[in-house]
């Protein structure tokens, strides 16, 4: 028989997690101050800086031919690379959750690599590759082809930063799924093809739109790569990152800003689509700690 927990045992047990009131309000007041200077603060100083002079001068900059074109340019780059990345974060997560094979590790070393390396010295890898200078540069200028300071380059750059993203969200997840609805499929006389089409891929779905947010927002926000292999070429080479060095470097700071802001409110939408996903199929489980 329990021995009963005597008063004093009682009032002092407590969850785990509850904590006294003054801890809550110094652990969430530390928090709100570190947001509001790392986040808050830079986005509401972009935010006035490019209305600083109107919204006329701030549209104007954003409708600048050259301001244009890197738009155009930024959303080529992610309207690539994404899709790309889709059809490599299926493969490879369908490969590692779901089967076991020779150089399994070597494989998920490989999809987390741009997380270690540097994204200047990956754009720096491109150009020892496939500039002019570069092991194939000479077969490229001979067949006309041009990927160093070209938009073929920058799409190359964009999708090696952002590739782990979806095989990332989606590798956990399939692993926590399991073999077995898959296997029940094939016992049924259905293909491998059948059963990831109609078994696997809905069952990811959710995981799969998180990690398509997720690419996109880095896609489109990626400076250091880009900026190696772009060649700062303004109307043609220049995304809306190394559009808004540039517009600083010369000093007009209301372009500058302006376009940070319309790339700040990008972010804004991926993030409130990210939200929508949430609470739309909140028992998701995602990858990468999410």
């Not at 603060?41 to 031919?65: H, M, N, S, W």
């Amino acid at each position: 028989m329990a021995v009963p927990a005597s008063p004093v045992q009682a009032s002092k047990a407590r969850h785990p997690t509850e904590d006294p009131v003054w801890a809550k309000i110094v652990v969430i007041g530390l928090v709100l101050a570190f947001l509001g200077l790392v986040l808050i603060l830079p986005l509401t100083v972009v935010f006035v800086e490019a209305l600083r002079k109107g919204l006329g001068p701030a549209l104007q900059a954003i409708a600048d031919p050259d301001a244009v074109a890197a738009i155009k340019l930024t959303l080529i780059a992610a309207g690539i690379a994404v899709p790309f990345n889709v059809v490599f974060g299926l493969c490879a997560a369908w490969a590692i959750a779901k089967h076991e094979f020779p150089g399994k590790p070597l494989l998920i070393t490989l999809i987390d690599l741009p997380f270690s390396v540097s994204p200047v010295v990956a754009g720096l890898i491109y150009v020892l590759v496939f500039g002019m200078q570069g092991w194939f540069g000479e077969r490229l200028i001979d067949h006309d082809i041009k990927i160093i300071f070209a938009t073929p380059g920058i799409v190359l750059a964009t999708i090696f930063v952002t590739f782990p993203f979806i095989a990332r969200e989606l590798i956990p997840l399939m692993q926590e799924q399991g073999v077995a609805e898959e296997e029940a499929a094939v016992s049924m006389g259905a293909s491998g093809i059948y059963t990831f089409w109609r078994v696997t891929a809905p069952n990811v779905r959710w995981g799969l739109l998180y990690g398509v947010l997720l690419c996109n927002a880095r896609a489109m926000g990626e400076f250091g790569a880009v900026s190696v292999v772009s060649g700062h070429i303004r109307g043609l080479t220049n995304t809306m990152p190394l559009h808004v060095e540039i517009l600083y470097n010369e000093y007009s700071f209301v372009a500058a800003f302006s376009v940070a802001a319309l790339l700040c409110l990008l972010a804004v939408v991926t993030l409130a689509l990210k939200s929508l996903l949430e609470i739309a199929q909140p028992a998701v489980k995602r990858g990468g700690g999410h």
